[in-house]
């Protein structure tokens, strides 16, 4: 069976060129910013574990503006010693989380940290004022196989733009 198809015009082609440029460069973009999260993630994993006591633990609630909601944080010191050097740190993983509106789950999270508890944590031995209670997820680099579904996707697409023109 003949299938007869006419060949994409050429603002077909563009289009379709355009748009799988636009999907690999959005998926690069994001395979990267992905890459660059699990990569800060991995740091501290090959940092010191020193014990640590948590020296003050607690909820702190701001309004970022009068009409918001209120944002909750856990705010909380810890002291640990280093190479014979006193340090205290304030920092649960790397990056903080940014204050949220859940005041349970913020709760929670400080219920972890109880004032006089002993805990692990992991000090950069390049730095030792920089330490941490978590490492932060690896979760980004389980899911960069997404954004590459977009390149591939993109790839198929130009490759479909730029194929040559079929003739009868």
Request: hydrophobic fraction near 40%; glycine fraction near 8%; charge should be positive.
């Amino acid at each position: 069976m003949s299938h007869n198809q006419n060949p994409p015009s050429s603002s077909g082609r563009w289009w379709l060129g355009s748009m799988g440029l636009f999907l690999i460069i959005a998926g690069l973009f994001f395979a990267w910013r992905m890459w660059l999260s699990y990569e800060k993630a991995q740091i501290t994993r090959g940092w010191t574990q020193v014990p640590c006591r948590i020296v003050s633990s607690r909820v702190a609630s701001e309004r970022p503006t009068p009409s918001s909601a209120p944002a909750h944080r856990v705010d909380l010191r810890y002291e640990y010693e280093f190479k014979g050097v006193r340090h205290s740190g304030t920092h649960i993983r790397q990056v903080d989380a940014a204050p949220s509106q859940h005041l349970e789950d913020v709760r929670q999270k400080q219920l972890n940290y109880p004032p006089g508890a002993e805990r692990p944590c992991f000090v950069n031995p390049a730095s030792p004022a920089e330490a941490v209670l978590e490492h932060s997820s690896r979760a980004a680099l389980y899911s960069i196989w997404f954004p590459l579904l977009f390149v591939a996707g993109g790839v198929g697409m130009l490759r479909g733009a730029l194929g040559r023109r079929r003739t009868p």
